[in-house]
């Protein structure tokens, strides 16, 4: 079992900033987080399926939907067990429902990022982006 908080959400103008945050941790006392191969970052906007944003490697593979491309970084830092995701640019249809999600354990990331491929999942951070 993998356990995952997001944090980091808010309310922003277009054209505004937002990083998100992560805390990624086994459920498991004393099992270790290096089993954590890929995570990745969802949204969920009202109305619509949740759809894949970013997902990176502990190798550092990243890769990102085309809608993101430019605008957004994910990143993690292995020591401290967080992931990332740095928006800039935003515009209004990035407003949604922001989550950080885990692939099963030692299985790396493909270039798809798709929502059935993902296994654990955190309770989500608003993002919304309003003039």
């Known amino acids: 079992q993998v356990d995952l908080v997001e944090s980091g959400g808010g309310s922003v103008q277009p054209g505004g900033s937002l990083r998100l945050s992560c805390e990624y941790s086994r459920s498991l006392y004393g099992a270790s987080t290096s089993d954590i191969y890929c995570l990745g970052w969802f949204r969920q906007a009202p109305g619509k399926e949740r759809e894949g944003v970013a997902s990176?490697?502990?190798?550092?593979?990243?890769n990102y939907a085309d809608s993101v491309k430019g605008r957004f970084t994910i990143s993690r830092d292995n020591a401290k067990n967080r992931l990332y995701l740095q928006m800039s640019s935003l515009v209004l249809e990035d407003t949604a429902m922001y989550y950080c999600?885990?692939?099963?354990?030692?299985?790396?990331?493909?270039?798809?990022?798709?929502?059935?491929?993902?296994?654990?999942w955190g309770q989500g951070t608003q993002v919304t982006v309003s003039s």
């Open positions: 990176i490697g502990r190798d550092g593979t990243i």
């Open positions: 999600a885990a692939r099963p354990l030692w299985t790396p990331c493909t270039t798809a990022i798709e929502r059935t491929s993902f296994t654990y």
